[in-house]
Protein backbone atom coordinates (compact mmCIF):
# COMPACT_ATOMS: atom_id res chain seq x y z
CA UNK A 1 0.00 0.00 0.00
CA UNK A 2 1.33 3.30 -0.99
CA UNK A 3 2.35 5.84 2.50
CA UNK A 4 3.77 8.99 2.78
CA UNK A 5 7.44 9.16 3.14
CA UNK A 6 8.98 11.45 5.64
CA UNK A 7 12.37 11.94 6.84
CA UNK A 8 14.20 12.31 8.96
CA UNK A 9 11.84 10.29 12.10
CA UNK A 10 13.93 12.57 14.46
CA UNK A 11 15.48 15.22 14.67
CA UNK A 12 17.68 17.16 17.57
CA UNK A 13 18.95 20.71 17.23
CA UNK A 14 19.87 23.97 18.91
CA UNK A 15 18.45 26.80 18.71
CA UNK A 16 19.36 29.35 16.12
CA UNK A 17 20.35 26.26 13.67
CA UNK A 18 18.69 25.55 10.67
CA UNK A 19 16.61 22.53 10.17
CA UNK A 20 15.21 20.91 7.22
CA UNK A 21 12.38 18.17 6.96
CA UNK A 22 11.58 16.17 3.40
CA UNK A 23 7.85 14.81 2.11
CA UNK A 24 7.46 12.27 -0.25
CA UNK A 25 3.48 12.32 -0.69
CA UNK A 26 1.66 9.29 -2.25
CA UNK A 27 1.90 9.33 -6.07
CA UNK A 28 -0.27 11.02 -7.78
CA UNK A 29 -1.60 13.60 -5.13
CA UNK A 30 -1.45 16.68 -6.42
CA UNK A 31 -2.50 18.16 -2.90
CA UNK A 32 0.71 18.15 -0.14
CA UNK A 33 0.24 19.68 3.28
CA UNK A 34 2.81 20.41 6.05
CA UNK A 35 1.14 20.50 9.90
CA UNK A 36 3.09 21.21 12.82
CA UNK A 37 1.51 19.47 15.91
CA UNK A 38 2.66 20.29 19.34
CA UNK A 39 2.24 17.65 22.46
CA UNK A 40 -1.30 16.90 23.64
CA UNK A 41 -2.70 18.95 20.83
CA UNK A 42 -4.52 18.47 17.38
CA UNK A 43 -2.53 19.17 13.78
CA UNK A 44 -2.25 23.10 12.89
CA UNK A 45 -2.16 23.64 8.91
CA UNK A 46 1.12 25.13 8.60
CA UNK A 47 1.22 25.73 4.53
CA UNK A 48 -0.71 23.53 1.30
CA UNK A 49 0.66 23.50 -1.88
CA UNK A 50 -1.31 22.12 -5.09
CA UNK A 51 0.96 20.78 -7.75
CA UNK A 52 3.75 23.33 -7.12
CA UNK A 53 2.21 26.26 -6.12
CA UNK A 54 1.20 27.38 -2.79
CA UNK A 55 -2.26 28.03 -1.89
CA UNK A 56 -2.29 28.38 1.58
CA UNK A 57 0.67 29.82 3.79
CA UNK A 58 -1.40 32.17 6.04
CA UNK A 59 0.16 30.44 9.39
CA UNK A 60 3.38 29.58 8.42
CA UNK A 61 5.84 31.87 10.30
CA UNK A 62 7.47 33.28 7.01
CA UNK A 63 10.32 34.68 9.25
CA UNK A 64 11.69 31.70 10.14
CA UNK A 65 10.08 28.74 8.18
CA UNK A 66 10.32 27.75 3.89
CA UNK A 67 8.64 25.48 2.39
CA UNK A 68 9.14 24.53 -1.73
CA UNK A 69 7.69 21.99 -3.55
CA UNK A 70 9.79 22.84 -7.26
CA UNK A 71 8.76 20.07 -9.23
CA UNK A 72 5.17 19.60 -7.78
CA UNK A 73 6.05 15.75 -6.23
CA UNK A 74 8.29 15.70 -2.96
CA UNK A 75 8.92 19.18 -0.55
CA UNK A 76 11.06 20.20 1.84
CA UNK A 77 9.99 22.56 5.09
CA UNK A 78 12.83 24.29 6.31
CA UNK A 79 13.26 26.19 9.41
CA UNK A 80 16.24 29.17 9.76
CA UNK A 81 16.89 29.62 12.74
CA UNK A 82 15.21 27.23 14.88
CA UNK A 83 13.77 28.43 18.36
CA UNK A 84 12.95 26.57 21.24
CA UNK A 85 9.11 27.22 20.50
CA UNK A 86 9.65 24.89 17.43
CA UNK A 87 9.43 21.90 19.04
CA UNK A 88 6.99 19.58 17.91
CA UNK A 89 5.90 17.22 15.55
CA UNK A 90 5.54 18.00 11.69
CA UNK A 91 3.45 16.45 9.69
CA UNK A 92 3.09 15.90 6.02
CA UNK A 93 0.24 14.57 4.26
CA UNK A 94 -1.28 14.39 0.42
CA UNK A 95 -4.90 14.29 -0.37
CA UNK A 96 -6.67 11.86 -2.03
CA UNK A 97 -11.02 12.90 -2.96
CA UNK A 98 -11.66 13.90 0.46
CA UNK A 99 -9.13 11.85 2.65
CA UNK A 100 -5.82 13.10 4.00
CA UNK A 101 -2.84 9.91 4.06
CA UNK A 102 -0.56 10.92 6.70
CA UNK A 103 3.19 10.32 7.16
CA UNK A 104 5.29 9.28 10.12
CA UNK A 105 5.62 12.53 11.05
CA UNK A 106 9.39 14.09 12.26
CA UNK A 107 10.19 14.79 16.04
CA UNK A 108 11.75 18.19 16.51
CA UNK A 109 13.12 18.72 19.61
CA UNK A 110 15.28 22.07 20.34
CA UNK A 111 17.68 22.59 22.73
CA UNK B 1 -5.92 27.74 15.55
CA UNK B 2 -8.15 25.26 16.46
CA UNK B 3 -11.33 24.61 15.48
CA UNK B 4 -13.12 22.24 17.72
CA UNK B 5 -12.59 20.98 20.87
CA UNK B 6 -13.34 17.46 22.14
CA UNK B 7 -14.56 15.50 25.19
CA UNK B 8 -13.55 14.20 27.01
CA UNK B 9 -9.96 14.82 27.20
CA UNK B 10 -8.90 11.32 28.11
CA UNK B 11 -11.02 8.42 28.51
CA UNK B 12 -10.31 5.33 29.98
CA UNK B 13 -12.55 1.64 29.70
CA UNK B 14 -11.95 -1.79 29.41
CA UNK B 15 -12.12 -3.46 26.23
CA UNK B 16 -15.51 -4.87 24.89
CA UNK B 17 -17.29 -1.22 26.52
CA UNK B 18 -18.09 1.45 24.37
CA UNK B 19 -16.27 4.65 23.60
CA UNK B 20 -18.03 7.86 22.74
CA UNK B 21 -16.35 10.83 22.19
CA UNK B 22 -17.88 14.82 21.48
CA UNK B 23 -16.57 17.52 19.26
CA UNK B 24 -18.10 20.67 19.17
CA UNK B 25 -17.22 23.35 15.94
CA UNK B 26 -17.67 26.79 15.68
CA UNK B 27 -18.18 27.42 11.96
CA UNK B 28 -20.23 25.94 9.11
CA UNK B 29 -19.18 23.06 7.69
CA UNK B 30 -18.79 21.01 4.32
CA UNK B 31 -17.76 17.67 6.08
CA UNK B 32 -16.61 16.62 8.85
CA UNK B 33 -13.91 13.81 9.59
CA UNK B 34 -12.77 11.93 12.25
CA UNK B 35 -8.83 10.34 12.24
CA UNK B 36 -6.72 8.25 15.14
CA UNK B 37 -3.02 8.82 16.05
CA UNK B 38 -1.44 5.78 17.48
CA UNK B 39 1.00 7.22 19.82
CA UNK B 40 3.92 9.59 18.05
CA UNK B 41 3.06 8.27 14.50
CA UNK B 42 0.64 9.97 11.65
CA UNK B 43 -3.30 10.40 11.59
CA UNK B 44 -5.30 7.82 9.78
CA UNK B 45 -8.62 8.82 8.16
CA UNK B 46 -11.47 6.52 9.92
CA UNK B 47 -14.69 8.20 8.47
CA UNK B 48 -16.08 11.35 6.82
CA UNK B 49 -19.49 12.85 7.38
CA UNK B 50 -21.40 15.49 5.34
CA UNK B 51 -23.09 18.57 6.20
CA UNK B 52 -26.47 16.92 5.26
CA UNK B 53 -26.47 13.59 6.72
CA UNK B 54 -26.81 12.79 10.37
CA UNK B 55 -24.83 9.31 11.07
CA UNK B 56 -22.76 7.17 9.36
CA UNK B 57 -21.26 3.48 9.82
CA UNK B 58 -18.02 2.08 9.54
CA UNK B 59 -17.63 -1.39 10.96
CA UNK B 60 -17.70 -0.50 14.51
CA UNK B 61 -17.73 3.13 14.40
CA UNK B 62 -20.81 5.21 14.62
CA UNK B 63 -20.82 9.02 14.00
CA UNK B 64 -23.40 11.69 14.22
CA UNK B 65 -23.85 14.82 13.06
CA UNK B 66 -25.38 17.65 14.52
CA UNK B 67 -25.16 20.91 12.31
CA UNK B 68 -27.67 23.05 14.70
CA UNK B 69 -25.61 22.16 17.48
CA UNK B 70 -21.96 22.37 15.72
CA UNK B 71 -21.80 18.64 16.92
CA UNK B 72 -20.47 15.24 16.19
CA UNK B 73 -19.88 12.06 18.02
CA UNK B 74 -18.09 8.91 17.50
CA UNK B 75 -18.88 6.00 18.79
CA UNK B 76 -16.23 2.73 18.60
CA UNK B 77 -18.62 -0.60 19.87
CA UNK B 78 -16.49 -2.83 21.54
CA UNK B 79 -13.70 -1.64 22.25
CA UNK B 80 -9.95 -3.69 21.84
CA UNK B 81 -6.71 -2.96 23.73
CA UNK B 82 -5.75 -2.07 20.05
CA UNK B 83 -7.79 1.30 19.77
CA UNK B 84 -5.73 2.51 22.31
CA UNK B 85 -4.90 5.78 20.51
CA UNK B 86 -5.60 9.65 20.38
CA UNK B 87 -9.17 10.67 18.20
CA UNK B 88 -9.23 13.54 16.26
CA UNK B 89 -12.40 15.06 14.64
CA UNK B 90 -11.25 17.58 11.75
CA UNK B 91 -13.76 20.16 9.65
CA UNK B 92 -13.46 21.24 6.56
CA UNK B 93 -15.50 24.36 5.54
CA UNK B 94 -15.87 23.34 1.84
CA UNK B 95 -14.31 26.67 0.76
CA UNK B 96 -11.59 26.36 -2.01
CA UNK B 97 -8.77 23.56 -1.30
CA UNK B 98 -9.28 21.36 1.02
CA UNK B 99 -8.12 22.67 4.12
CA UNK B 100 -9.28 20.60 7.63
CA UNK B 101 -9.26 22.40 10.92
CA UNK B 102 -8.41 19.81 13.38
CA UNK B 103 -9.71 19.83 17.13
CA UNK B 104 -7.35 18.98 20.12
CA UNK B 105 -8.17 15.15 20.63
CA UNK B 106 -9.50 12.41 23.04
CA UNK B 107 -7.16 10.26 24.24
CA UNK B 108 -8.53 6.41 24.28
CA UNK B 109 -6.87 3.73 26.71
CA UNK B 110 -8.71 0.57 26.57
CA UNK B 111 -7.74 -1.29 28.39
CA UNK B 112 -7.67 -5.52 28.35
Known amino acids: EAEVAQSPRYKITEKSQAVAFWCDPISGHATLYWYRQILGQGPELLVQ????????DSQLPKDRFSAERLKGVDSTLKIQPAELGDSAMYLC?????????FGPGTRLTVL | SQQGEEDPQALSIQEGENATMNCSYKTSINNLQWYRQNSGRGLVHLIL?????REKHSGRLRVTLDTSKKSSSLLITASRAADTASYFCATDAGTGFQKLVFGTGTRLLVSP
Open chain 1, 49 to 56: FQDESVVD
Open chain 1, 93 to 101: ASRAKNEQF
Open chain 2, 49 to 53: IRSNE
